[in-house]
Nanobody, 121 residues
Framework: QVQLVESGGGLVQAGDSLRLSCAAS????????MGWFRRAPGKEREFVAA????????YSADSVKGRFTISRDNAKNTVYLQMNNLKPEDTAVYYC??????????????WGQGTQVTVSS
């Protein structure tokens, strides 16, 4: 089992930054990749970004490229999502997930509980 715990969400204004964290524990070695997704009110869950633990290759959705950066700290078993220049349309519950690549078709196998990000205009 792999447990995922997200943190770092909150209420910010447009243009602000936030960094989300996802701490993984348990059998983390069984999941070569980690990803971030989000679900906005009334919308389907949307892929945001993914990363391989080994090598650190990343892939991000076009909607966040240039603003969001995914990274990882292998020593801490933690994945981050740095979100800059936030927009009201980024408002959503953000979930991290463990899973498999390829990153552009990341397949999630389990999920964290989510963290709320609200961006006011």
């Amino acid at each position: 089992q792999v447990q995922l715990v997200e943190s770092g969400g909150g209420l910010v204004q447009a243009g602000d930054s936030l960094r989300l964290s996802c701490a993984a524990s348990g059998r983390t070695f069984i999941s070569p990749a980690m990803g971030w997704f989000r679900r906005a009110p009334g919308k389907e869950r949307e892929f945001v970004a993914a990363i391989f633990w080994s090598g650190g290759s990343t892939y991000s959705a076009d909607s966040v490229k240039g603003r969001f950066t995914i990274s990882r700290d292998n020593a801490k078993n933690t994945v981050y999502l740095q979100m800059n220049n936030l927009k009201p349309e980024d408002t959503a519950v953000y979930y991290c997930a463990r899973g498999l690549g390829p990153l552009e078709r990341f397949t999630a196998h389990s999920w964290g509980q989510g963290t709320q990000v609200t961006v006011s205009s």
